[in-house]
Nanobody
Framework: QVHVVESGGGLVQAGGSLRLSCTAS????????MGWYRQALGKERELVAT????????RYSDSVKDRFTISRNNAQNTVTLQMDSLKTEDTATYYC?????????????????WGQGTQVTVSS
């Protein structure tokens, strides 16, 4: 099992910045990727950014590209999302996803874990 905890959400004015952090604990040996998704009120959850553990594959949604930066610290099993130039449309609950866990004692990328979410509110 992997336990996922997010932190860093809050209220900020448009144009401001926030930093989100996500830490995975427990059986982290199978983790292959960590990332952030968000869900605005009345909308479906959408990808924000992901990063592989080796850092070779980083992906951003078009809506946050050039404004958000994802990074990871493998030694601490932490992924950070630096959010700059925030817009009101970035308002959402942000969830950390950890991909990679054990299934039948073997590592599997079909196993994933989610954090409880952290609220980000951007005011105009």
């Amino acid at each position: 099992q992997v336990h996922v905890v997010e932190s860093g959400g809050g209220l900020v004015q448009a144009g401001g910045s926030l930093r989100l952090s996500c830490t995975a604990s427990g059986d982290t040996t199978c983790i292959s990727r960590m990332g952030w998704y968000r869900q605005a009120l009345g909308k479906e959850r959408e990808l924000v950014a992901t990063i592989t553990i080796r850092g070779r594959d980083i992906r951003y949604s078009d809506s946050v590209k050039d404004r958000f930066t994802i990074s990871r610290n493998n030694a601490q099993n932490t992924v950070t999302l630096q959010m700059d130039s925030l817009k009101t449309e970035d308002t959402a609950t942000y969830y950390c996803e950890v991909r990679g866990g054990r299934r039948n004692f073997l590592c599997s990328n079909e196993v994933n874990y989610w954090g409880q979410g952290t609220q980000v509110t951007v005011s105009s």
